[in-house]
DNA sequence: GTCTATAGAAGGATAGAC
DNA sequence: GTCTATCCTTCTATAGAC
């Protein structure tokens, strides 16, 4: 299959965004983790390391929200798909030692100020997770302010979760 | 004042923090935003960048949470004090363009799971934090469990909120 | 305590054979 | 599409004069 080695590329460094973030995963340590050869990396990415992060944020990004939607359309209503949301990621977290958080958070708050493309690709995947949030609710009855507000909260909750390290 | 070199190192690192976050903070741009010279880096911090920045958190940690002490304990009652505080931080976030966030937890979030030192210097902070709101809570009545989880996701929406970058 | 120069390693990126 | 070798820059850290 020939987009193969591409994919590898994707989920090796988005798991290493996860564990680093943006500045702390070096593109030797995304040939090592997906076994492809930089020469792989450049001719899938020509932007380089931007451009793989660009790739990494929309396609996590997509991949959460698809998470979010089959759970949220598997309850029987809206307060039972955030607590099945959260109870869910509650147990990642737990499995995994609180060790590996979320990359698209990750790299948010360390692009914000520093990197415009980027910024406006993190800014891209929550607006989209917030629509995923907002059609939901709306179709339970709220209106659209309450809704956006709300959605906002929960992925702020959400976020913020990711950012609390294993005590002790 | 002997100490005063120290204190600009320390906060200008922070500031770098808040922007760049831990491995997109160069000890060269300390060097530039604090006026001292690399020599004087490490002869206040012989360990190099990771004791700086172990300082840098704990020293930051301690401010916000005296702001929130302040801002709690000139409130009537807890409801006040939390909205206050989340008032007074979208303020900031809103006056800044949304550029710079906390720089704990994007330390927290780039460290936790590759280093155990600067780990426990952020979850140091956090715990800080919750023992600050937890104290304030079981004095307005509520139990001991109620208040360290009402702490806890409290902690984790403020955080959160500064996960989101600024859109479009 | 301050400052400069520099060592030594690691980073991103490119060229070109296969 | 794959792989290796290599260039250039930047990074952390150290040495030593002042």
Redesign the interface.
């Known amino acids: 299959m020939p987009t193969d080695t591409r994919d590898r590329i994707l989920t090796a460094t988005a798991e290493l965004f ?7 995963t070096s593109l030797k340590q995304v040939t090592v983790a997906s076994g492809a050869p930089i020469g792989s990396v450049y001719h899938f990415f020509p932007g380089g390391k931007a451009e793989l992060a660009e790739a990494v944020l929309a396609s996590s990004g997509a991949s959460y929200r698809a998470l979010f939607e089959l759970i949220a359309d598997a309850a029987p209503d809206p307060v039972a798909a955030v607590t099945d949301f959260f109870d869910g990621a509650a147990t990642v977290l737990e499995e995994t030692g ?4 979320c990359p698209i ?2 790299v ?7 990197d415009e493309r980027l ?2 690709a ?2 891209a995947v ?2 989209s997770w917030a629509e995923a949030i907002v059609t939901r609710l709306t179709a339970a009855g709220l209106d659209e302010a309450t809704a956006g507000d709300l959605a ?2 929960l ?14």
Chains 1, 2 share one sequence.
Request: net charge positive; proline share 5%.
């Open positions: 996860r564990a680093g973030g943006y500045h702390g609180y060790l590996d958080a958070g990750t948010a708050l360390e692009v914000a100020s520093s910024r406006h993190t800014a929550f607006a906002t909260t992925i702020a909750g959400i976020e913020g979760v990711h950012a609390q390290p294993r005590r002790p």
